[in-house]
Nanobody, 123 residues
Framework: QVQLVDSGGGLVQPGESLTLSCAASDRTVVNYRIAWFRQAPGQEREFVAWITGGGVGTFYADSVKGRFTISRDSAKNTASLRMNNLNPEDTAVYYC????????????????WGQGTQVTVSS
């Protein structure tokens, strides 16, 4: 069973940056699409960004477009989410996920999930 491990969360002030990391336990997911989702307290888990297996294609939610950048290093079996200009509305638990088919914005299309990492943006 593939395991994804999220890390890099923390407490930052508005306007600051943070980079999240996602490490896969083996190379099963090397050709999988990798995505980040987030879940704020009392809210449903929502799509943030995805990147294709080859790392060429990316897609972002409108709420993060221009501020967040998703990337991956297939050689290291890792993916990252660089988050710039964070605001309090970005506060959530962030999850990475790996999937192969279907609409990349939909939770149901991801087979493997990380345990989540907390991001808190507050002054």
């Amino acid at each position: 069973q593939v395991q994804l491990v999220d890390s890099g969360g923390g407490l930052v002030q508005p306007g600051e940056s943070l980079t999240l990391s996602c490490a896969a336990s083996d190379r099963t997911v090397v050709n999988y699409r990798i995505a980040w989702f987030r879940q704020a307290p009392g809210q449903e888990r929502e799509f943030v960004a995805w990147i294709t297996g080859g790392g060429v294609g990316t897609f972002y939610a409108d709420s993060v477009k221009g501020r967040f950048t998703i990337s991956r290093d297939s050689a290291k079996n890792t993916a990252s989410l660089r988050m710039n200009n964070l605001n309090p509305e970005d506060t959530a638990v962030y999850y990475c996920a790996a999937g192969l088919l279907g609409d990349g914005r939909m939770l149901r299309n991801y087979r493997y999930w990380g345990q989540g990492t907390q991001v808190t943006v507050s002054s």
